[in-house]
């Protein structure tokens, strides 16, 4: 372990699957984890740092420290079938293409874009010549909110083991969001004033240069209707020197002034999964800084298992970040892609660890809101177990969705111990039923073929709805019989 100070004057330093055998811990792994490490990572993204590495992980606990299971690719993440298949061809001396086929395979096969990314939740421009064309590197899902993908921001400074966005670090190229304008985000933007809230993610945004995201936010604060700026990110526990002694870590900072002195909030969406990452001096100082430009800070994570699978981690997490000054935001439910079958839990079991970390903490701690599932209708919040007219039900409510007129309108679900997620839930009762939309309800706003560049391509009249990304198709709708 190294300290503090020596912790922030170091240079970042990524371990990939190329030079993770140098580090002097890869050595005290067990050999069975040493394989696992280097078979998931063949399929699924592998990157940590140095920081985290040393400063992070705790090795008298591997394998079940959490750090390490949320940066090192673990052997359950596949399953057995492929795993053996790809260990197979790892064994066997495989020729790096055909490993890299069977890798596309099985990735593929793990609903690489959830909730209708690619095809419900593009938005489109209106141009001068009465064509549309779609705005890539854009997803409009909710009416206030924008998200925007700059294109140098697509990496991170890890990778976390259950990121519901790997699809985009492993090369499924047809998949990736990226948008090398902020021309069109600003023409979009002057089309539809209802959006106020612009979130940059990734990624990671924070990732580049600050002169280079400067390029993309300063624009966007000319835009009167726009009235905050997030930034998701993961820096602040990945690598809080972004903050703090990185070269331009002072220019990230004038650039946060520069928002927030335009008149703009700048709410910076920290990415913490575990109290350990608010721990180190040098994440307590980034926290400090970043308020200090008059940007607050936010606190979000999903539950996940083997991860933070534990109230008092999350109530330590939430405590710590507003003796800081942070504010606990969101506990989300694990996304329905990837590797979720290591890392989900059953819904009723979040909704268990969610309460015994609230009732740990104080009203400054109780902004927070959860645990919630970034499901296809929108933001559904699991409000608990209950009994309605005799039966056991889940209670739930969305706290966004694509439909504004179903925010906050309690419904239920039958309870069911196993279900992970929105979509292995049954309406209660009749009236429940509106709120259980498929995408196939929904009219996509893009068509999406699979293959390259399946409709990266310009105008699309033929392809898009015409509307606003994703609202219900109303003939549709009206079928449903509330
Ligand atoms: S920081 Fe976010 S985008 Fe990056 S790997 Fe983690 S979950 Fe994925």
Same mark, same amino acid.
């Given at each position: 372990m190294t300290t503090d100070k020596s912790a922030a004057n170091e240079r970042y330093r990524a371990i990939t699957r190329n030079n993770i055998s140098k580090l002097p811990q890869w050595e005290t792994l067990d050999p069975e984890l040493r394989e696992a490490v280097e078979v998931v990572s063949a399929v699924l993204p592998f990157r940590t740092n140095a920081y985290v590495v040393d400063r992070l992980i705790d090795w008298d606990k591997v394998p079940d420290d959490p750090m390490f299971q949320l940066t090192f690719p673990q052997r359950g993440m596949l399953n057995e079938d492929d795993y053996r298949a790809v260990r197979k061809m790892i064994r066997d001396g495989a020729d790096k293409k055909e490993i890299e086929r069977e890798a596309n395979r099985i990735r593929l096969s793990l609903?690489?874009?959830?909730?209708?990314?690619?095809?419900?939740n593009v938005p489109t421009i209106a141009l001068d010549d009465g064509t549309v064309e779609p705005v890539q590197g854009v997803q409009h899902k909710y009416r206030e909110t924008l998200l925007f993908f700059p294109s140098h921001g697509q990496t991170c400074h890890a990778y976390c083991t259950f990121c519901f966005r790997w699809a985009q670090f492993v090369g499924l190229e047809d998949l990736r969001f990226a948008n090398k304008e902020a021309d069109q985000l600003v023409a979009y933007l002057k089309q539809h004033p209802e959006v106020t809230d612009v979130l940059f993610t990734g990624g990671d945004p924070m990732i580049m240069k600050s002169k280079v995201l400067r390029q993309y936010i300063e624009p966007v604060l000319?835009?009167?209707?726009?009235?905050t700026v997030r930034i998701g990110t993961k820096s602040v526990a990945y690598w809080p020197q972004r903050f703090v002694t990185d070269n331009d870590a002072d220019d990230a900072l004038r650039l946060f002034e520069d928002v927030t002195n335009a008149g703009k909030q700048l709410a910076i969406m920290g990415h913490y999964n575990h109290p350990v990452e608010i721990s180190t001096g040098v994440a307590e100082e980034a926290v400090r800084r970043i308020r200090s430009t008059g940007a607050n800070v936010r606190m979000q994570s999903p539950l996940i298992r083997h991860i933070n699978d534990d109230a008092n981690a999350w109530a330590e997490l939430w405590s710590r970040g507003v003796r800081l000054g942070a504010i606990p935001y969101y506990m989300f439910v694990e996304r329905d892609t990837g590797a979720r079958s290591y890392f989900e839990l059953p819904l009723a079991k979040c909704w268990e660890i969610f309460r015994k970390a609230y009732q740990q903490v104080s009203g400054m701690g109780r902004t927070v809101r959860g645990p919630s599932m970034s499901c296809f209708p929108g933001k559904c919040h699991v409000l608990g177990v209950s009994e309605v007219a005799g039966q056991k039900a889940f209670v739930l409510e969305f706290l966004? %969705?694509?439909?504004? /007129?179903?925010?906050?309108r309690p419904f239920f679900a039958k309870f069911d111990?196993? %279900?992970?997620?929105? /979509?292995?839930l049954q309406p209660l009762t009749a009236s429940d039923r509106k709120f259980f939309i498929k995408p196939e309800q929904v009219r996509p706003t893009v068509e999406v073929t699979v293959g390259r560049d399946a409709d990266r391509s310009g105008h699309t009249n033929g392809h898009?709805?015409?509307?606003?990304?994703?609202?219900?198709d109303e003939a549709l709708r009206s079928q449903d019989p509330q």
């Open positions: 609903n690489p874009h959830p909730a209708g990314q690619m095809t419900h000319a835009v009167e209707s726009v009235k966004q %969705a694509r439909d504004p /007129d179903l925010v906050r111990p196993t %279900a992970t997620w929105y /979509d292995q898009t709805n015409g509307r606003h990304a994703g609202v219900p």
